[in-house]
């Protein structure tokens, strides 16, 4: 065989392999047993120390354990079964331990705790509060860490996404339009406050609807599908309502929004197109007392 074809079975071989990457989970093969736990193959990252407080009855030489890989406390890689709240390159809500010389400690579900540097906070954290915060690494030191500052993350790229795409989202904070949502791919979007119904706060992970696409590439966002398909799809939810009630809900036109939106999940406005809809199509019949199933 030429050298020539030896390199491309070489970088055939290095790109089907995994990588392991710190701040990120991985499944990982189980390569032998020491006094201080197991050690796994950690593939690119040489063999990874899971320490034996993590180790189960079930877990044998050979079998692949879901792990969360880290620096420990004396900038070892380790791997631990626990599950953080939000990993390299998510966001998420996390409440403050302790606030120390060098910055503010989060809780973020793992032994170690998350540091959010002094110059990584836009306001000083506070000990026993939570904030919504971006988990990110450190290129330099490869050391996790946390950052208030959500605005120097987001992404530049084009937006991919067009009106009606359903998407997962997080709640960022609140304004006097609403809600400051970011994507998972960290794009910057909003809710605004006449489309929600029920108390957010941020960290709350919400599936949304693209309603707009803005010059500015930021988005306009919805919890409910975009035209008619919403319309068919709330006003089939209210059909099924009907059906398991015998046919009669006590609810109309003149039912409090946050009612509806207890009942059936969306807005008022949405309620009364849904109900006009049906009406339409002569599936119910619209009283004093509420809707009822016709036929």
């Keep these: ?88 390159g998510e966001f998420g809500s996390m409440r403050v331990n302790k606030v120390e010389r060098v910055g503010a400690f989060l809780d973020w579900g793992v032994s170690k705790e998350l540091l959010v540097p002094f110059n990584e906070q836009k306001i000083r954290m506070e000990e026993g509060r939570y904030y919504f915060v971006y988990v990110y690494l450190d290129k ?31 709640v960022w904070t609140k304004t006097e339009l609403g809600y400051k949502c970011v994507t998972q791919d960290r794009f910057q979007g909003v809710l605004y406050s006449n489309e929600i119904f029920k108390p957010l706060r941020p960290g709350d992970k919400l599936t949304v609807f693209v309603k707009k696409v803005r010059d500015d590439g930021k988005l306009d966002l919805s919890i409910q599908p975009i035209g008619y398909k919403k319309i068919d799809t709330n006003a089939q939810k209210i059909l099924d309502l009907l059906s398991k009630a015998h046919g009669k809900l006590p609810y109309n036109d003149k ?5 509806i939106y207890k009942i059936f999940g969306f807005s008022k406005k949405v309620f009364k197109q849904a109900i006009g809809h049906l009406y339409k199509q002569r599936l119910i019949k619209i009283t004093e007392r509420g809707i009822e199933k016709v036929g």
Excluded: W
């Design 140 to 170: 330099v030191t490869d050391r996790l860490a946390a950052s208030m500052k959500i605005e120097k993350f987001l992404n530049k790229d084009k937006v991919p996404y067009k009106v009606g795409d359903q998407l997962k989202a997080y």
């Design 1 to 88: 065989m030429d050298m020539m074809s030896l390199l491309c079975l070489f970088l055939q071989d290095y790109k089907s392999t995994p990588m392991v990457h710190l701040g990120r989970k991985a499944s990982l093969k189980i390569e032998r047993l020491t006094d201080f736990g197991f050690f796994l193959d950690g593939e690119n990252k040489g063999e990874i120390l899971m320490p034996k407080r993590y180790i189960t009855p079930q877990m044998k030489i050979g079998d692949y354990v879901d792990v969360f890989v880290f620096l420990d406390g004396e900038e070892r890689i380790v791997a631990t079964t626990e599950t953080p709240y939000a990993q390299e």
């Design 255 to 259: 039912t409090d929004p946050e009612v």
